[in-house]
């Protein structure tokens, strides 16, 4: 059974940092992709950076430039980090991540079966 757990949320002022982390319990051999999403109330679940096996990354066009998604791969299971750098209040929402296998470019578009509970991140401007 896959299991992922987020961590790092909190609430900050605009223009601070959050790190989330990400822990995936199983390891995924090639062709997979981890990602983080956001849900804000009253709007739809967003992608908002990814990485996937070969080390690609993909990021919305609101987050550029401000997050950077990495991942640690062990023998027995991954973690997967968003640095979230120059917050606004528009980043506030549950931030949630995924993981599975995909094919190359649906980072962000692969209907992932493996998903954690979420962290919520609040930004206070």
């Known amino acids: 059974q896959v299991q992922l757990v987020e961590s790092g949320g909190g609430s900050v002022q605009a223009g601070e940092s959050l790190t989330l982390s990400c822990e995936v319990s199983?390891?995924?051999?090639?062709?997979?992709?981890m990602g983080w999403f956001r849900q804000a109330p009253g709007k739809e679940r967003e992608g908002v950076a990814g990485?996937?096996?070969?080390?690609?990354?993909?990021?919305a066009d609101s987050v550029k430039g401000r997050f950077t998604v990495s991942a640690s791969n062990a023998k027995f299971n991954h973690s997967l980090y968003l640095q979230m750098d120059s917050l606004t209040p528009g980043d506030s929402a549950m931030y949630l991540c995924?993981?599975?296998?995909?094919?190359?470019?649906?980072?962000?578009?692969?209907?992932?079966?493996?998903w954690g509970q979420g962290t919520q991140v609040t930004v206070l401007g």
């Open positions: 995924a993981a599975d296998w995909c094919w190359p470019d649906q980072t962000l578009t692969a209907a992932y079966r493996h």
């Open positions: 199983v390891h995924f051999d090639n062709g997979y992709c």
């Open positions: 990485i996937d096996s070969n080390g690609m990354t993909v990021y």
